[in-house]
């Protein structure tokens, strides 16, 4: 084997492995003016309580009726026989532990957890046991699950709908 291709090899090698160092972060030319630090210490900051306080609209059936979100909210609906059931309560757990997404996407959580008050959901909807509705704006029922869902399996659900994806587009249009 000649000693050229052996060196080419070897030098290939070496040069794909890099240096072996942490690069030194780039310095900067131009440093801040006392106008910009003191700008920068001065600006309000958002206290962590006020970005963990970011609640969700959770309504009880009785309380609503399904007219009152049309071209306004996307209601989720859970269902379930009692407040005790595990997954009603799983639901909600889940739901308001990352509402951030739900939020984003106008979404208003009704609960229904007795169906001797017959609601007008439940009448509406007719749910067995636990449910988890998902309606668009336009009112129409676009998705059940007979189990809990995580939040990004609803807000990808919700992406997909004809209107969430207008409202996406129309996003994007705006400067």
Known sequence: ????????????????????????????????????????????????????????????????????????????VIFADTAADPAFQLQLERLQARPEALLERDVVVITDADPSENSLWRQKLHPRGFSLVIIDKDGQVKQRKPQPWS?????????????????????????
Do not use: C, T
Request: hydrophobic residues 50%; without cysteine.
């Open 1 to 76: 084997m000649p000693r050229f291709f052996i060196f080419a090899v070897m030098a290939l090698l070496v040069g794909a492995m890099g240096s072996g160092g942490d690069p030194s972060p780039p310095s900067r030319v131009n440093p801040p003016s006392a106008a910009d630090v003191d700008a920068a210490q001065s600006a309000p900051r958002e206290a962590p309580e006020a970005a963990a306080s970011v609640s969700l609209h959770v309504l009880p059936a009785m309380e609503s009726a399904p007219e009152e979100f049309l071209w306004q909210a996307r209601p989720v």
């Open 151 to 175: 939040v990004p399996e609803i807000a990808a659900a919700i992406d997909k709908f004809p209107l969430r994806r207008e409202e996406i587009g129309r996003a994007r249009l705006m400067p």
